[in-house]
């Protein structure tokens, strides 16, 4: 019954998707706004649908209904509840099933928005949204029905069972060991699938012809929240990874982890040089390729970790899915090609580059950068697959090729996070140039002779250092002088002139905060793995081992039977001048599945850093067990720069009112300089709502 | 300097940062490639065996194993059936470790035979095999599981 419900609403679903499509192109087509309201009840009766087949599953897991072939793949009547839900997005067909639901979702989010725009907006951008609406949502909608259809052949999770299991094996046990694992998937999930929705927008206004900056507008937004989303995933993959995998690291250019980072690369290009397009009338196609990009990345992403191309952690399931996938892929990029190619006239450039010294150049580099990053990352993770399909031979790609790529290029763009916010549009003065450097230029100077003086650690552990202490000091100034300038203008106090600068500002500000975060996190990364250390013992009862000044004994050793699996634990002391100050208890988790058992470090997190145990093996009699102890300097402070990144991008989106200007060139023309002034250049709101932090207030 | 300049100081620029990438790029995974191969392939290898980084797959050879817990030095031998390489670790053996059990072992094998391996790793194998009898952790830690159950 429950089976009949799930199956039948996807291939329901399936149809509604492709009668939807003719509608909203017929529609569109022939001037009839029938026939595409009819596309967009089409859009929120698929989210319908996709509710009622997730929750039939849902219900088939909880109630172990051992007859959907899913549940008798996944479920288990040991299993807890909490992780009996979460198996929904365990393996491969569940987490296409919420792939669909999410996708589902986000597209009745985007109708309703596109349908329903705030009407003090102009006309005009409600003329834009209103041609560009019907393509995109057939677009939405396409995507929807390549998925759906997934469901109904290759990863079909409502197939029957018989003869029917009394019990099943339960979820992968890597998988049933963190609370963690009912966070980062479905993160991840509204991050990749979040990136469905500007790829339909953009595509949806090329193909109306909607030239006007309004796809802009609602392709940014769509990008900062799923680039919000993403960028939570990768945070909490990375805590997840740390937190189970007992190695005390958070990312190992597994493949896995390199497909979750890909589209937060070419998305993160785009939140960046989007901007030059609104002020500047530039990089239209360059755009438009980033956000394909970002799209067709997160296709491979999902087509890495589900079809079981790779091997590793995540990459449990296999089967023919994968040439699904692929031939999506390549009509995602023909098509994308294509209409870009067809409307190149609608993509001239407007504006142009006036000086090497000025913000535009500082995110051309950043782009530059972003896109070098991206190829290194996708090099490395697919080219093990292409060595074995052509040459035959397993080969791995060692950490130690992306790590001499990708730090220096992050080195790079610390820096360049730095010059960015204190570089004007258009042109900067040498007096600008001299001002706005010699203090933070100074302060990151000292700070790495003081790092490398004192703490050594390696080159990039200082330049890391050296660069953050660098866009620290930069990013932090601009809070320092905007509020100022308030405080002067308008006789604020300090934290009402700080928050009504971000309020006025927010699209600024909140990446200013975003800056502040990722600084955080790059100065916790370095500093974690250049002065890690750790040392590996095996201790009887009572006995103590000591690393960096730390001790820790080894008190007890216990066993428990739980309904899913056996715990082996360690008490383990942390001792102070010969008295015991905190216990920690480390323990491995033998599920009857899994040969291996999973472990589950103890980990003891201060401000300045974490003592970290994992319980590497126990001697049957219980007389000794080898523990691993690492003293990792700032990791906290790795997930703190997340929260703060997340933070940032809130604020962003924060719902505020809008105001919409005319069409100006924010900066005045500078003299010598032939004044563009581009006739078509978006109108973004927030363009004259900033004014720049240095001048009057506001 | 002329906007014409500018653009091809700039354009210069660019290419020459992903000149040096693409560069570094090629280089960098010739370099960083580590195999994955059975004994067998190891050997007929020949000279470019020794002293690469590798990954080396097979099963433990039954009675092999040297473990010296007071030293944290681990031998043992893994065999994929045709041939048999000598491994030493200095790391203590996973908790699954033991004879006929799958490895995949990360290091280099040098000159003096032995593959000197940085982290063995028990094979880790998704289909469920039934526990045997004495391999239940139940059973195996039975002394550790107080019969209070504080």
């Known amino acids: 019954m429950t089976r009949a419900l799930g199956a039948s609403a996807v291939l329901v679903a399936f149809g509604v998707a492709l009668l939807g499509m003719v509608l909203a192109v017929a529609g569109a087509r022939l001037q009839r706004y029938q026939l595409i309201r009819g596309a967009y009840a089409a859009v929120y009766v698929n989210f319908g649908l996709l509710l009622v087949a997730s929750l039939a599953m849902v219900w088939a897991l909880v109630t172990h209904d051992f007859s959907v072939s899913y549940v008798a793949q996944v479920g288990s009547r ?38 329903h725009l705030d009407p003090r907006k102009r006309a005009e951008t409600h003329a834009d949204v209103e041609r560009l609406m019907p393509y995109a949502t057939a677009i939405l909608l396409g995507i929807g029905a390549f998925f759906y259809l997934l469901l109904v052949f290759p990863a079909n999770p409502f197939l029957p069972v018989s003869p029917v299991p009394p019990d099943g094996p339960g979820p992968n046990p890597l998988l049933q060991n963190h609370i963690l694992m009912g966070v980062h998937p479905p993160l991840l999930y509204l991050g990749y699938v979040g990136m469905s929705v500007p790829f339909a927008f953009s595509m949806g206004a090329l193909l109306a012809g909607a030239s006007g900056g309004s796809w802009i507008q609602l392709t940014r937004r769509w990008t900062m929240a799923a680039w ?20 005390g690291g958070f990312w190992a250019w597994d493949p896995v982890e390199n497909a979750s980072f890909l589209p937060w690369l070419t998305a993160t290009a785009f939140l960046h040089s989007v901007m030059v397009e ?31 191309i790779l091997s590793s952690v995540h990459a449990f399931a296999e089967g023919e899915i994968g040439y699904w996938f692929l031939t999506f892929i390549a009509l995602v990029l023909i098509f994308s090609l294509a209409l870009v190619a067809g409307r190149s006239d609608q993509l001239r450039t407007e504006g142009r580059l006036d000086a090497v010294a000025s913000r535009e150049t500082v995110f051309l580099f950043n782009n530059l950068l972003f896109t070098v990053f991206t190829f290194t990352v996708l090099l490395g993770t697919l080219f093990p697959l292409v060595a074995e399909a052509v040459r035959g031979v397993k080969v791995s790609v060692g950490e130690p090729f992306f790590n001499s790529m990708t730090l220096p290029l992050s080195m790079a763009l610390l820096f360049l996070m730095g010059v960015g916010p204190a570089l004007p549009w258009r042109v900067a003065s040498r007096g600008i140039v001299r001002r706005e450097f010699a203090v933070p230029g100074i302060v990151a100077v000292l700070i790495g ?32 002088v905007g509020a100022r300038a308030r405080m002067r203008a308008h006789g604020e106090n300090p934290p009402v002139a700080l928050a009504r600068l971000i309020g006025a500002n927010r699209r600024r500000y909140g990446g200013y905060v975003a800056h502040l975060g990722v600084i955080t996190a790059a100065i916790a990364i370095a500093a974690s793995s250049a002065y890690k250390a750790e040392s590996e013992s095996t201790l009887r009862k009572g006995e103590t081992m000591s690393l960096r000044g730390r001790t820790i004994r080894l008190d007890e050793l216990w066993g428990r039977q739980e309904p899913q699996r056996f715990v082996v634990g360690a008490t383990v002391s942390v001792m102070r001048d010969g008295a015991a100050i905190a216990q920690m208890d480390p323990r491995l988790n033998f599920y009857t599945t899994s040969e291996q058992p999973i472990t589950t470090p ?16 126990v001697e049957r009699d219980g007389s000794t067990a080898t523990i691993r102890m690492i003293v990792e300097p700032l990791v906290p402070w790795i997930w703190a720069g997340g929260m703060i990144i997340v933070l940032g991008a809130l604020i962003t989106m924060l719902p505020g009112r809008e105001r919409e200007r005319e069409r100006v060139v924010a900066q005045a023309p500078v003299p010598g300089v032939p004044s563009r002034v581009p006739g078509l250049v978006p109108a973004s709101p927030l363009i004259m709502s900033e004014p720049d932090a240095r001048g009057a207030g506001s | 300097m002329s906007t014409t300049g500018k653009r091809i100081g700039m354009g210069l620029a660019a290419l020459a940062i992903l000149g040096t990438f693409g560069f570094l790029i090629y280089g960098g995974i010739g370099e960083n490639l580590v195999y994955f191969l059975t004994p067998q392939e190891l050997f007929a290898r020949g000279d470019k065996a020794y002293d ?19 030293k944290v030095d681990l031998r043992f031998k893994i065999s994929d059936g045709v041939q048999t390489v000598a491994v030493h670790s200095s790391g203590a053996p996973p908790q699954m470790f033991r004879d006929g059990i799958g490895v995949v072992v990360e290091g280099r094998y040098n000159r003096a035979g032995v593959f000197e391996s940085t982290s063995v790793m028990v094979k880790h194998s998704n289909e469920y095999r039934a526990p045997k009898h004495g391999e239940k952790p139940a059973e195996m830690y039975r002394s550790l599981t107080r019969e209070d159950g504080a």
């Not at chain 1, 491979?300 to 079981?308: A, D, E, M, V």
């Open chain 1, 78 to 115: 040991a299993t807890p509840l909490f992780y009996t839900v979460i198996s929904l997005w365990g393996a491969l067909e569940g987490s296409i099933l919420f792939w669909g639901l999410v996708l589902s979702g986000f597209s009745a989010l985007a109708v309703w928005g596109g349908t």
């Open chain 1, 228 to 247: 919000a989303f993403l960028t939570a995933a990768i945070i909490a993959g990375m805590w997840w990874s740390y937190e189970v995998l007992g190695w």
């Open chain 1, 278 to 308: 609104e002020r500047r009338g530039m990089l239209r196609v360059w755009n438009l390729s980033l956000i394909t990009a970002t799209f067709a990345l997160t296709i491979l992403g999902t087509f890495l970790t589900r079809s079981g």
């Open chain 1, 449 to 480: 002779l003081v790092i490398a003086v004192v703490a050594g650690g390696g080159i990039y552990a200082i330049a890391a250092f050296t660069f953050g202490a660098f866009a620290l000091t930069i990013n932090v100034r601009q809070f320092v």
């Open chain 1, 602 to 617: 103890a980990v003891r997190s201060r401000p300045t850093g974490d003592l970290y145990l994992n319980l590497m093996a």
């Open chain 2, 52 to 70: 690469v980084p590798l990954r080396l797959g097979g099963q433990v050879v039954p009675g092999s194993v040297e473990w010296n817990a007071d």
